[in-house]
Every structure is written in C-alpha cells, then in structure tokens.
C-alpha cells in the first residue's frame, strides 16, 4: 500500500535553513505530483507546494515563494522540500501529499489522496 | 486566492444524527471540491474528491453534493469514530486553499 515518511523537521532559529524528505513506497512515483502541506499548532491545513510527476513544473504559496524550494529524485522515490529564511510563522507540522486526478473533458480534478504522519518544524530562538 | 469558508465552524451532535456541512468558495470551482476528516495528531484522510466521488474504503454514509461555489458534506448517521474535524478544499487553481475547519464534537 502507499507509504509515505517524512523526516528531517526539528527546532532552527529564525532566519536558518532546513531541509526536509518524504520517502515514498507503494505506487509508481515517477508518475505523479507531489505536494507540502502544513499545519500550524491548533490550526487549519495549508497548502505549501507541489511538483509535477517529472519535476519540471513546480509552484507555491504566496507565504513561501523565493524562500521553500521543492524538488524530487524520481530514482530514489523521494520529495524534499528545502526550507530557507524561516520566520516563527513557517512553526507548523509538513506533510508530504500524493496527488491524485479524475480526468474530465473540461479539466482535471486534483485531490490529496495519501498523505504522510508529518514531521513537526519548530522556528524559535 | 480562492478563499473557501465552511459553517458550521463547529458542531455538536450525537451518535446516530444526519449531519451536513457547507462549504462555499469565493468564485465558481465547477467540481474541484474535495473533504477531508483529521483526527487529533494524525494525518488528513480523503474522504471525498471531485465534490461526490466516494474515495475508496470510506463507509457509505458519508456523501458530498452541490456544484458552482456552494458544496455540502453530509453524515447520514454519525458514528462514533467520526468525530473529528472535516475540511473542504478547492482545487481548481493554486494556491490550493482549504476551508476552516468544522470541528464535530459529540453532544
């Protein structure tokens, strides 16, 4: 079954770098987007990121953009999501989501359809 | 941004009632709608995409409606594992954007 594993959150201090992964297993992971989502402490789900099957096409979150650099190893069956200049506000739980699509004759419906247990990024001096 | 706003933000019932939650977006997302239920210190769980398709392995008295920019998440008989807190989320452009939250509590 799918499997997804992020690893690599901990505490930084404000203005500091991390980088996190997401090990996937289960499905063929070349042939599908893949997406960050966040979760502040005792708050909502927010969209962070998402990359095409292939890597070539990537966008953000307005909140995030020229600061988080997502990116996958389709051979290693890997997401990361690299995190630069963090602020106290980016202190949330990431999950690492498997995007799936119904297709339509008007367009594609996307949904989140596994997602990983998150990993936990503390920003505090 | 397509900004999503669900109601009731939170909601008590008891075992055994229908439920329904609405959420509503800013502008027309055709069927790009999709729910989630999340339990404390877990992960979302898909429940419902393209606004009515039942994901996989997820009990039959959960159903999702409407069209447009107003959508709705209905509970035909509450279970004891479902309460939780349930969001909606839109798909039809990024930023992808998720509703609130409606936290389900047992009365």
């Known amino acids: 079954q799918v499997q997804l594993v992020e690893s690599g959150g901990g505490v930084v201090q404000p203005g500091r770098s991390l980088g996190l992964s997401c090990a996937a297993s289960?499905?063929?992971?070349?042939?599908?987007?893949m997406h960050w989502v966040r979760q502040a402490p005792g708050k909502g789900l927010e969209w962070v990121a998402v990359?095409?099957?292939?890597?070539?096409?990537?966008?953000?979150a307005d909140s995030v953009k020229g600061r988080f650099t997502i990116s996958r190893d389709n051979s290693e069956n890997t997401l990361f999501l690299q995190l630069s200049s963090l602020r106290p506000e980016d202190t949330a739980v990431y999950f690492c989501?498997?995007?799936?699509?119904?297709?339509f004759g008007s367009g594609n419906a996307n949904y989140f359809d596994s997602w990983g247990q998150g990993t936990l990024v503390s920003v505090s001096s | 941004d397509i900004q999503m706003t669900q109601s009731p933000s939170s909601l008590s019932a008891s075992a055994g009632d229908r439920v329904t939650i609405t959420c509503r977006a800013s502008?027309?997302?055709?069927?790009?709608l999709n729910w989630y239920q999340q339990k404390p210190g877990k992960a979302p769980k898909l429940l419902i995409s393209?606004?009515?398709k039942l994901q996989y392995g997820v009990p039959s008295r959960f159903s999702g409606g409407g069209s447009g920019s107003n959508f709705t998440l209905t509970i035909s008989s509450l279970q004891p594992e479902d309460f939780a807190t349930y969001y909606c989320q839109q798909s039809d452009s990024t930023p992808y954007t998720f509703g609130q939250g409606t936290k389900l509590e047992i009365k």
């Open positions: 990359v095409s099957y292939d890597g070539s096409n990537k966008d953000y």
């Open positions: 989501a498997k995007e799936g699509v119904h297709y």
């Open positions: 393209a606004a009515s």
């Open positions: 502008q027309t997302i055709n069927l790009y």
């Open positions: 289960g499905f063929t992971f070349r042939t599908y987007g």
